[in-house]
């Protein structure tokens, strides 16, 4: 099993990205197993079926309010709220 240990959060985007880079990188090099440990920075990653609700606008804002970054994964079901403990 590979093991990344990030030190810490990119932030929400950045993280995500990152991520994305690992499954990839995982899938086209058949290395194995992957884990990833961090500790990310209080994120609410909504779906894309949560983004062409209409009332995307004022829970994005909703989010910020609460200290929440917010971020829209390219698959996956509705909002969830990710904190410092996850």
């Known amino acids: 099993m590979k093991l990344i240990r990030q030190r810490e959060s990119l932030g929400a985007e950045q993280d995500y990205r990152r991520s994305l880079s690992i499954l990839d990188a995982a899938r086209s090099s058949n290395t194995g197993p992957v ?9 609410v990653a909504f779906g894309r079926r949560d983004e062409l609700n209409p009332g995307f ?16 994964r390219r698959v996956g079901g509705r909002a969830a709220a990710i904190t410092a403990g996850a």
């Open 35 to 43: 884990l990833r440990i961090y500790q990310p920075r209080p994120t």
């Open 57 to 72: 606008a004022r829970a994005r804002k909703a989010a910020l309010d609460a200290g929440f970054a917010p971020l829209v």
